[in-house]
């Protein structure tokens, strides 16, 4: 077009900047723009918002904001889709991943609030678009007061509130636990005829499940069917995971025979629900029968779910069988993480110790509280010399040990009536600033009555002591 002489027009350049911008390429856009610049052809307020949103679309607020100054300069007014625009990105950076404090977070709202004014002072009206994204802000950082007298004030100046802008302020009153301002809203909803979608019956939903009203959930769910709403996979997850906080697994399964006849697929998430459900309830079988389902359906268990399997065959006695799951898992390449590792050392010793020591050689990171379990087991199983080496591993992997650590071995050499040792050890626990715990000192109240008033022991219990209660003892 160019090389025939024809020169491009405003809506040529703005055409090419938005199909740029789209495809992210928004350096590209800019550069286009600056050459429709050097070519005489005026910017309009359509060019100069299509790059913005180009800008905010990647995440570049700032570059954004240069672009908006530089409009204003020119003598551009900004409409009501460019303040809009500003706004959302605003309020985008509250909820991205960026590594803001919630008080900058805070702050980017109340810096979209001042756009609005701004928008205002020069003559622009806002619209519901305007509005219902500074709620929405406002709602994500927590500032409900905020956001409700912004809605007040958007029904004042005769702006009608949308499902989205209702939507929002559910939201948030329910993420503060408000559920019951949520449901007066809600029935606002209704008795305006606004159109309710599934995403407003999903937040209503998700916070009824968690303060455990799982029924008044499931009659809400009949609500939605009854107005001609369809209920999507997350109305049926959340009310799965209701059911299955409340432990009425066979709610649960109803409702996962209803998903799959309405011919959703069960997901990965679905399944690990109701595994986790049934484990809570010791219902080791029954999850063990979905995890076969799973296989079934050609589905690949998560490493959560093998982790939730585990620990319920532990925590039911069935270690040989935690055992073969846990070989069935390395056998099919599942990456292991710590917590696999800390779940089964907790559940009983069996094999704990070689799996502890594979730990380091598959680049996974200790912690303390992994170390004390394996500690704790062994003391348990009177093994002291081991529990005494991992001690010691403890210190050389740079992984120091805590009260818990210090007392978990007192404890098993004091039941071992090895007394030296055990006095040794707790004086560098004085030494390091730690105390004594409670079971630490019932121990040695117990040796006292055994062996009569022995005042090395007595001496010992006197340090772990507050000033003054000595004498009730001595």
């Known amino acids: 077009m160019v090389g025939r002489e024809i020169s491009p027009n405003v809506i040529t350049f ?3 900047i938005k199909a740029l911008c789209k495809q992210g390429m928004v350096s590209q856009a800019h550069g286009l723009l600056e050459v ?36 204003i300069r020119k003598g551009i007014s900004p409409n009501v889709i460019t303040y809009s625009s500003l706004i959302m990105a605003f ?24 756009l609005l004014e701004l928008m205002i002072q020069r003559g622009e009206k806002p619209d519901i678009i305007t509005y219902s994204t500074l709620v929405d802000g406002y709602c994500l950082v927590g500032q409900l007061d905020e956001a409700m007298s912004l809605f007040s004030e958007m029904i004042r100046k005769g702006i009608s509130p949308d499902v989205i802008s209702y939507s929002s302020l559910i939201s948030g009153l329910c993420n503060s636990d408000k559920w019951k301002e949520a449901l007066v809203l809600f029935n606002e909803m209704v008795g305006q005829d606004i159109s309710l979608d599934v995403i407003t019956f999903n937040i209503l939903l998700n916070a009824l499940c968690k303060q455990g ?3 008044r959930a499931h009659r809400l769910l009949e609500v939605m069917i009854q107005r001609g709403e369809n209920p999507d996979i997350i109305t049926y997850k959340t009310l799965m995971d209701g059911y299955c906080l409340m432990g009425q697994m066979n709610e649960a399964m ?8 309405n011919g959703y697929e069960p997901s990965v998430v679905t399944f690990l629900l109701l595994v986790k459900g049934y484990c809570k309830r010791f219902r080791v079988d029954e999850a063990m029968r979905l995890f076969g389902v799973m296989h079934l359906k050609g589905l690949k268990p998560t490493i959560s779910i093998y982790n939730t399997l585990i620990d319920g065959l532990c925590k039911v006695g069935r270690v040989v069988a935690a055992q073969n799951l846990f070989n069935e898992m390395q056998s099919y390449g599942q990456s292991l993480d710590i917590v696999t590792y800390k779940i089964f050392l907790s559940g009983k010793l069996k094999d704990a110790t070689d799996l502890f020591y594979s730990i380091p050689v598959k680049g996974l990171l200790l ?10 087991g062994l003391c348990e199983e009177g093994m002291l010399q081991e529990a005494n080496e991992m001690f010691l591993q403890m210190e050389e992997t740079g992984c120091s040990p805590n009260d818990f650590t210090f007392n978990i071995i007192a404890c098993g050499l004091l039941r071992k009536n090895e007394t030296c040792k055990a ?16 079971y630490t000192i019932s121990i040695l109240l117990d040796l006292v009555k055994s062996n009569g008033q022995d005042h090395q022991i007595l001496e010992m219990i006197c340090k772990f002591l507050p000033d003054g209660k000595e004498k009730g003892i001595l």
């Open 14 to 16: 703005s055409v090419i």
């Open 36 to 71: 429709m610049i050097q070519r005489g052809e005026n910017p309009n307020i359509i060019t100069y918002n299509t790059l913005m949103d180009g800008y905010y679309l990647v995440g570049q607020l700032d570059e954004g904001m240069s672009l908006f100054s530089e409009m």
């Open 91 to 114: 309020v985008i950076r509250t909820c991205g991943k960026c590594p803001v404090n919630a008080l900058c977070k805070q702050g980017m709202v109340a810096k979209a609030h001042g």
């Open 213 to 215: 009203m799982v029924t």
């Open 254 to 261: 109803d409702l996962f025979v209803l998903v799959v006849n």
């Open 367 to 376: 912690d303390v509280r992994t170390y004390n379990n394996i500690i704790n």
């Open 423 to 438: 006095f040794q050890l707790l004086g560098e626990t004085v030494e390091r600033g730690f105390a004594a715990h409670d």
